[in-house]
């Protein structure tokens, strides 16, 4: 793989607070990407939502509430894709099992990953040593 146009790495507690910060990053890097021709505001909301959803899901179902846990969220700009990585130190799920969402009947939760999904190019998860990585994948066109 080559070398990043930009890598940020961020490291948050498991706790809600810091999810507007990560969309916030999110948000940003979308509207700084060179080159993109596409929407540069729909980019972004995807991005913050996207970063938004995963670390919360990262902190809500894989954390086991344990404030001694942290999600990592890794960024790294290419030329033509965004790569995305968040870890997380909890049990960990099988992606392919998630159900779609029931949209006649709409819970208040269950969402964000449908959401990741429709809006990414490529989403996958996967258990490694210790830990868990969710990693989306956004080609820029």
Do not use: W
């Amino acid at each position: 793989m080559c070398i990043p146009l930009l890598q940020v790495d961020v490291v948050i507690p498991t706790e809600t607070k810091y999810l507007d910060l990560i969309g916030c990053i999110g948000e940003r890097i979308a509207k700084k990407v060179d080159g993109f021709t596409g929407d540069r505001e729909a980019l972004a909301y995807q991005l913050n939502l996207v970063l938004t959803e995963a670390t919360a899901n990262a902190i809500k179902h894989a954390s086991d509430d344990d404030l001694q846990h942290t999600v990592r969220i890794s960024i790294h700009l290419h030329s033509n894709a965004l790569h995305i990585k968040v870890y997380d130190y909890g049990q960990g799920f099988d992606l392919d099992t998630v159900p779609i969402p029931d949209f006649e009947h709409p819970q208040e939760s269950g969402m964000g990953l449908f959401f990741i999904r429709s809006l990414m190019d490529s989403v996958t998860y996967t258990r490694q040593a210790d830990y868990n990585v969710l990693e989306i994948i956004k080609y820029l066109k």
